[in-house]
């Protein structure tokens, strides 16, 4: 698996209708599009099997957190990477940096989609996890 490889495994469910706790493309959450994504790598990913429509509590940098092959990096997002970001106050969405770009499946529009990171999605972001391509 490489960035390019993800990030067009990722571009060609563009379009999938979004399901909250989806993991199929009959429908993806944020969740989901990432999970999904790294299987088709033949990666394992910790998953759960339930969870809110907001991942209060600190439960989504948790999950992330306990990835083998994620790690918290030191630098600004770069193409490839997982991206935690905020509505409100706690994490509660991810997304994939794809360069100048994102691609989730972001509910507000019902669907998995690319668009540019401008400043107010930038301003959402968190933490960028990096894959370690080593054991990606």
């Not at 600190?58 to 990477?81: K, N, S, V």
Request: glycine share 10%; with cysteine.
């Amino acid at each position: 698996m490489t960035p390019e490889s993800l990030i067009a495994t990722a571009r060609s469910a563009i379009g999938t209708p979004f399901k909250h706790q989806g993991r199929d493309l009959n429908g993806l959450d944020c969740a989901g599009l990432l999970a999904w994504a790294v299987r088709q790598h033949g990666l394992d990913v910790i998953d759960l099997d339930a969870y809110s429509r907001q991942p209060l509590g600190g439960l989504l940098i948790a999950m992330i957190e306990r990835q083998p092959f994620l790690r918290r990096a030191g630098r600004q997002q770069q193409a490839g990477d997982v991206l935690v970001m905020r509505f409100d106050k706690e994490p509660q969405h991810l997304a994939l940096c794809a360069g100048d770009t994102v691609i989730h499946a972001y509910e507000g529009v019902g669907k998995v989609c690319e668009h540019r990171i401008d400043r107010a999605w930038q301003n959402r972001i968190l933490r960028v996890y990096e894959f370690d391509w080593g054991q990606a």
